[in-house]
């Protein structure tokens, strides 16, 4: 068996392991949620005369 001080270093480092993931996924979740907010027009419309240009009025009647 394993002396007692590795056994607890061992269980210490999971946690921190599973601490940073979690740390790290919630970085990367508000990451993208801010890149959406950025890059996404305010007004739809703005998006509208893209498509009319490419495709017919009928097409893009969902802006």
Request: hydrophobic share 40%; aromatic share 4%; with cysteine.
């Amino acid at each position: 068996m394993l002396p007692e001080s590795r056994v607890s270093r061992g269980n210490g480092s999971r946690t921190s392991g599973a601490a940073v993931v979690h740390t790290g996924s919630l970085l990367l979740a508000a990451a993208l949620i801010t890149g959406a907010f950025l890059l996404a027009p305010e007004r739809p419309e703005q998006s509208a005369s893209i498509c009319q240009r490419y495709h017919s009025v009928e097409a893009c009647r969902v802006w």
